[in-house]
């Protein structure tokens, strides 16, 4: 089971240490942070495995505001997150710009969580599964089956919101992503530890894509223990 958390623009350096110090994950479970880029040397001093939140597919250039994986690596950080809905819909980032982020992170050495989800108008005008495969698609024609790419299934009408898709909804979805690619498969969209337990017990859901519950150590932990004990249930 793999738990990451994701802090999006919250947590600065010294918020970042002063978490991740008091925070012990428990055994039989991985455990990713995504805190913002100015955190990443505070959270990687720290021993835990550190993704970016997003990540350059040029080793370098003129691209104002962007960090190349070299740079990532550089700094002891161990993978990015790319094509996160908040970076799709509000940076207006395409299908290919999310795939070669994940192609040359993966490339450089870098871990990759690819995220993939439809917006509540394509759930509800049937769209579900054609935006799922062209995301998808795109990120396995870019990438393939790499060992050190992890999808993630967020239904942009989930996060952050409160509404979670069922369990069912969210194995169905998990399902039809595996058979594009075959790759782990983390479920995101307000994740919390009240519905941790029947989610993680999906035999499909590998992991989980935390936002705002991460941002708490208290929830972020009960969450990474469910995970354990899941993952024990599981064999
Ligand atoms: P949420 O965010 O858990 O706050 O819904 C998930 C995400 O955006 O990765």
């Not at 054609?130 to 790499?146: D, N, P, S, Y």
């Not at 039809?176 to 530890?193: A, E, H, M, N």
């Not at 009240?194 to 929830?219: C, F, M, T």
Request: hydrophobic share 45%.
């Amino acid at each position: 089971m793999l738990i990451a958390g994701n802090w999006k623009m919250f947590k600065g350096p010294g918020e970042t240490r002063s978490f991740l110090e008091s925070f012990e994950p428990p055994e039989g479970v991985d455990v990713i942070v995504c805190p913002p880029y100015v955190s990443l040397a505070a959270a990687v001093e720290t021993g835990r495995t550190v993704y970016a939140q997003n990540v350059h597919w040029e080793p370098n250039g003129a691209y104002t505001g962007e960090i190349a994986p070299e740079m990532l690596l550089e700094l002891g950080v161990h993978g990015a997150l790319v094509g996160h809905s908040e970076r799709r819909q509000l940076f207006g980032e395409s299908n290919e710009m999310v795939a070669r982020r994940a192609r040359t992170a993966l490339g450089a050495g870098l871990g990759v969580i690819a995220c993939v989800g439809e917006t509540l108008e394509q759930r509800e005008s049937g769209d579900t599964d054609l935006v799922l495969k062209i995301q998808v698609e795109a990120i396995a024609f870019a990438a393939g089956a790499h060992e050190k790419l992890v999808l993630a299934y967020e239904p942009v009408w989930a996060i952050g919101t409160g509404q979670t898709a069922t369990p069912a909804m969210a194995e169905e979805a998990h399902g039809f992503i595996k058979d594009i690619l075959d790759r782990p498969v983390l479920y995101g969209g307000s994740v919390k530890p009240e519905n941790a337990a029947e989610l993680l017990a999906q035999p499909s859901i590998d992991g989980a894509l935390v936002g705002g519950a991460s941002l708490e150590p208290d929830s972020f932990a009960a969450i990474c223990r469910i995970a354990s004990a899941s993952d024990r249930e599981h064999g």
